[in-house]
């Protein structure tokens, strides 16, 4: 082996080697990126909700009074939907309450009222 076919393997191993690793640097910045990772799941059409995800009984009663409604009587609590008899102005109703969004579904009288005071 001659010094010119030594000098001329080592160049191709040189440039052979400068460009690999000029290519391995150039993609050094998009691995370097950090990782996107997520996680979901869901049942029926809401997601998995953890913890306490429906109002309480006193929440229920708070929201019941900023509608205008007094003496509020918890009649049926069973599951998230939520019955209660309460008076709004001289009328005694009923009021239906969906206790996991605070959404009134349903109002009825009850009776003919308390009169006038």
Known sequence: MTLTSVIQKSGRALLL????GGSAIAAAPAQAASPDVSFSF????GGAQFGRSCLSDREVRRSLRQR???NIRFIDRRGRVVTVRAEQGR???RVTVDSCNGRVLD???IGRGRGRR
């Open 107 to 109: 109002i009825d009288q």
């Open 91 to 93: 009328r005694d109703v």
């Open 17 to 20: 080697a400068a460009v690999l």
């Open 68 to 70: 205008g409604l007094e």
């Open 42 to 45: 869901s049942f029926g059409n």
